[in-house]
């Protein structure tokens, strides 16, 4: 297993839910923004939702009312909690975390979780 260890992903049916979650230690949770990217075949990898060590969240327009990002630091764990899923939200899920070390910055990356969404 790799530092970022995802789980949650699967078959859902149009309009139901899923949780992602995404396991890390405590050195890469500590002072990372926390993301969820997502990729489809022959397209970019394109940003979904992401959380800062403050708390402070982002989402990508296409998920705005659907999707909740959140993080529990006693576990050192951050979840992506999807609701009202698309045919479209069909994609492999990738957990990010990019961290700042003085003068570096150090991008870890999950193996992904598939998501698949049926009409």
């Known amino acids: 297993q790799g530092p970022l260890v995802e789980s949650g992903g699967g078959l859902v049916q149009s309009g139901g839910s899923l949780r992602l979650s995404c396991a890390t230690s405590?050195?890469?949770?500590?002072?990372?923004?926390m993301g969820w990217y997502r990729q489809v075949p022959g397209k970019d990898r394109e940003v979904v939702a992401s959380?800062?060590?403050?708390?402070?969240?982002n989402y990508a327009d296409s998920v705005k009312g659907r999707f909740t990002i959140s993080s529990v630091s006693a576990k050192n764990t951050v979840y992506l909690q999807m609701t009202n899923l698309k045919p479209e939200d069909t994609a492999v899920y990738y957990c990010?975390?990019?961290?700042?070390?003085?003068?570096?910055?150090?991008?870890?990356w999950g193996q992904g979780t598939q998501v698949t969404v049926s009409s």
């Open positions: 405590e050195s890469i949770f500590r002072r990372s923004v």
């Open positions: 959380i800062s060590e403050g708390g402070t969240t």
């Open positions: 990010n975390a990019r961290q700042i070390a003085g003068t570096e910055i150090y991008v870890r």
